[in-house]
């Protein structure tokens, strides 16, 4: 298996929801990222983690929530969101950090209401 | 910390031109230098990358160049065709992080 999958493609959620988004690699890769997306913007890391345990945090505001089960998942916890949250929400993996290659999921299209 | 500037931010050319893509970068501690192409409503896809012990990379129509000294980069499509239509991205690498320029919207007309 050569992709990262994401699951779900598309949320609507409400602000004062909890939800969750999924990310999944079996690369054997053991660097994971979740960057957020506005339109026509470039990809914004907002956490990185090496060997499943956190590594940056990019000063992200707590109403999000990442967590890393396990070397082939990467969860994004959301609470009490706010609209200008709404975004495509990428994960990436690559084999390390740093200098090696990083591959993108296909992403969540968040939508705060 | 690192800024990476890119230009132009919107490029249009015939098909069968060629495409430069410019990108330079602030921290001299960068050493690796990918490129992602995104289409609308796709992921970026990594199309070629160049690490700091190199001066150019070519895959096929695809080049890169990297020069360490005026700390840019650049990429360059030959033969361009209408599906090389995208965003494109430079990135380099900081600290086990990469930062992304802002983009060039490449449109090739058949």
């Known amino acids: 298996d050569t992709e990262v999958t994401q699951t779900p493609k598309h949320l609507v959620m409400g602000m004062t929801n909890k939800k969750s988004l999924k990310c999944e690699q079996h690369m054997g890769h053991r660097a994971m990222y979740w960057y957020k997306q506005k339109a026509k913007k470039p990809p914004e890391l907002m956490f990185v983690?090496?060997?499943?345990?956190?590594?940056i945090n990019e000063s992200v505001p707590s109403r999000f929530s990442p967590e890393c089960p396990n070397s082939s998942l990467l969860n994004l916890h959301l609470h009490a969101l706010q609209p200008e949250d709404s975004a495509l929400y990428l994960c990436a993996s690559s084999r390390g950090t740093a200098t090696y290659e990083q591959y993108f999921g296909p992403g969540t299209r968040l939508t705060v209401t | 910390g690192e800024n990476v500037e890119q230009h132009p931010s919107t490029l249009s050319v015939q098909e069968g031109d060629s495409a430069v893509i410019k990108c330079t970068y602030s921290d001299s501690a960068s050493n690796y230098f990918p490129w992602y192409k995104q289409e609308l409503g796709k992921r970026p896809q990594l199309i070629i990358d160049?690490?700091?012990?190199?001066g150019e990379k070519k895959d096929q129509r695809i080049a890169v160049t990297l020069n360490k000294t005026a700390k840019h980069f650049s990429l360059h499509i030959t033969e361009t065709q209408p599906e090389d239509s995208a965003v494109y991205f430079c990135?380099?690498?900081?600290?086990?992080?990469?930062?992304f320029g802002t983009g060039t919207r490449l449109q090739v007309f058949p």
């Open positions: 983690y090496s060997y499943e345990k956190l590594s």
């Open positions: 160049i690490r700091s012990n190199v």
């Open positions: 990135a380099a690498s900081i600290t086990d992080k990469l930062i």
